[in-house]
Nanobody, 126 residues
Framework: QVQLVESGGGLVQTGGSLRLSCAASGRTFNMATMGWFRQAPGKERDFVSAISWSARSTRSPYYADSVKGRFTISRDNAKNTMYLQMNSLNPADTAVYYC????????????????WGQGTQVTVSS
C-alpha cells in the first residue's frame, strides 16, 4: 500500500499563488506515475497534472489545458514528495485537490490511479 498526504491548500485572492505538496509513504517503489486531480463543488473530479515518478524518466509532465502555463508539477524523489506550484489563480480553480499515484505509466484517467490522498481545499476569492 501507498499512503498519500496532501498539504498546502488554503484561501488566496485572484492572481495569487499556492504550492501544494503530496507526501508519499509505504510501498512507494510501486509508483510509476503521480498526479493531481481536483473536484469543484457539484462537479466531477478532473485531471490537473501528472508526472512520471522515476528520477530517470525523461517524459514531460501532462497538464490539463485549463492549467497549462499557470501550474507546474514537480517531484523530489529523495523526500518522496510531489508538488504543484499554482500561479495566476482564479475562482475557477477553487476545488478540493487530490494527490494520486498509479502503478502504470504516465496517464490522465482517474480510474487508472491506484492510490489517493484525502484532498486539500483550495479557495480562490474574487
Amino acid at each position: 500500500q501507498v499512503q498519500l498526504v496532501e498539504s498546502g491548500g488554503g484561501l488566496v485572492q485572484t492572481g495569487g499563488s499556492l504550492r501544494l505538496s503530496c507526501a508519499a509513504s509505504g510501498r512507494t517503489f510501486n509508483m510509476a506515475t503521480m498526479g493531481w486531480f481536483r473536484q469543484a463543488p457539484g462537479k466531477e473530479r478532473d485531471f490537473v497534472s501528472a508526472i512520471s515518478w522515476s528520477a530517470r524518466s525523461t517524459r514531460s509532465p501532462y497538464y490539463a489545458d485549463s492549467v497549462k502555463g499557470r501550474f507546474t508539477i514537480s517531484r523530489d524523489n529523495a523526500k518522496n514528495t510531489m508538488y504543484l506550484q499554482m500561479n495566476s489563480l482564479n475562482p475557477a480553480d477553487t476545488a478540493v485537490y487530490y494527490c494520486a499515484a498509479s502503478r502504470g505509466g504516465l496517464r490522465t484517467g482517474e480510474s487508472t490511479y491506484d492510490y489517493w490522498g484525502q484532498g486539500t481545499q483550495v479557495t480562490v476569492s474574487s
